[in-house]
């Protein structure tokens, strides 16, 4: 599905889109915030920020961000201060808080976290701003770059946060809050590489990685745990603007529905690529014939263990099943050494904190199957145990 809206008098300069994918809210030049339902095509709200009514303060919006829990929308601009609208059809834009920074610096790009507990704001000066969006309170201020930071983004738990600023640099900082309150230890990486201003970045949904767009004309992806750039991308001018592409959710999808109902998402968890480059379009014939081919197999699979072992008490027959089926797991997991060569064997292997759906089902529910399988040969085999099965 492609929609569009028809253009606007002056540019874009910021844009945010709900967790969801269904809404969008854009702010251009002037201060018009727009509140696009991609769903309909319609416009569910929009306000013209620049606009005073009666004696209230106002200031054009240049960064706007829509709270993950809906209901209202951050905003910030020349005052350096970040304000609570409303982002329902029927008060869309009435202002309901304003959390002050203290300082009169041109707020240049402002994010609610994921989990929507708090907002961080970031200033032409390059100090970065984290409220608390409950209480609507100044938490904690990370003055770590000397010039202005033009944007910035949370990890998916809400425990990172990356900047990126006009002093070529982006810094990773640490704002995990402890049970009494008190903020994280600010900035724990820098990571530097390129030569001209830093306009934009983004922080993969599974933590790994990082992507930034620069004044120098490239894209460079990071490393965040080993703090480097490991791919850099020529581009033709000024890259403004980078974000990663979500991977569609797969928690309790098994291989044979995947694999069949879902082959292009297949394909990308089986990719090391970073998610930007893995383009969601239907695999080639020969691709979708093997893999509805390979879902068969997952599905033979399945229902043969079940009903060769629920069929018979022959203790040789167990024996000889599990250990078949424990050599075609062991197969499975030399599937996925090419992954691993690619991004680690212990990413791959080992790091089940940081696997995707797919390493899950893939290297995880394997393992799992593996040692049950084991334990039931090692007392077949070596303690003489039938545990109830016959011989012949």
């Not at 569910?44 to 993950?68: A, C, D, I, Q, T």
């Not at 304003?98 to 000066?125: H, Q, V, W």
């Not at 020969?286 to 399945?302: E, M």
Request: aromatic share 10%; with cysteine.
């Amino acid at each position: 599905m492609s929609r569009t809206r028809p253009a606007h008098t002056y540019g874009l300069v910021s844009l945010d889109v709900e967790p969801s994918g269904k809404r969008v809210l854009y702010n251009s030049l002037e201060g018009l915030t727009c509140l696009w339902n991609i769903d309909s095509g319609s416009l569910e709200g929009k306000f013209e920020s620049y606009v005073r009514s009666g004696s209230e303060s106002s200031e054009p919006s240049w960064s706007v961000s829509l709270n993950p829990r809906g209901a209202t929308y951050a905003s910030t601009g020349g005052t350096g201060n970040v304000t609570i609208h409303s982002a329902e059809p029927a008060s869309f834009g009435e202002r309901r808080a304003t959390l002050s920074s203290g300082r009169n610096k041109f707020g240049m790009y402002c994010k609610y976290a994921p989990d929507g507990s708090r907002i961080a704001m970031s200033s032409e000066s390059g100090q970065i701003y984290i409220f608390d969006a409950a209480s609507s309170s100044l938490l904690v201020t990370y003055s770590s770059h000397a010039m202005a930071v033009r944007s910035l983004a949370w990890s998916a738990d809400s425990q990172l946060l990356l900047s990126a600023s006009e002093d070529k640099r982006l810094i990773l900082h640490d704002v995990r809050a402890s049970p009494s309150g008190k903020p994280g230890s600010g900035a724990v990486a820098t990571l530097a590489g390129h030569s001209s201003w830093v306009l934009s970045t983004d922080i993969s949904p599974d933590g790994r990685l990082a992507v930034s767009g620069s004044a120098d004309k490239t894209v460079k992806t990071w490393d965040l745990a080993a703090r480097a750039a490991v791919s850099t991308i020529q581009d033709t001018g000024e890259v403004w603007s980078v974000a990663w592409r979500p991977r569609p959710s797969g928690q309790n999808a098994a291989g044979s529905f995947y694999a069949a109902g879902k082959p292009a998402d297949y394909l990308a968890y089986l990719s090391s690529s970073p998610i930007t480059d893995i383009t969601y379009t239907a695999p080639p014939t020969p691709t979708l014939i093997s893999l509805y081919q390979l879902s068969n197999l997952y599905l033979l699979f399945a229902l043969n263990e079940h009903l060769v072992l629920s069929s018979t008490s022959n203790r040789r027959i167990w024996c000889r099943l599990l250990f078949c089926l424990l050599i075609a797991d062991f197969g499975h997991l030399a599937t996925m050494i090419p992954l691993a060569q690619e991004k680690g064997f212990t990413a791959v292997f080992v790091d089940f904190a940081r696997w995707t759906a797919m390493e899950w089902g893939s290297v995880g529910f394997v393992y799992a199957g593996a040692a049950t399988r084991i334990s039931f040969l090692v007392k077949f085999w070596l303690r003489g145990d039938n545990a109830g099965l016959k011989e012949d």
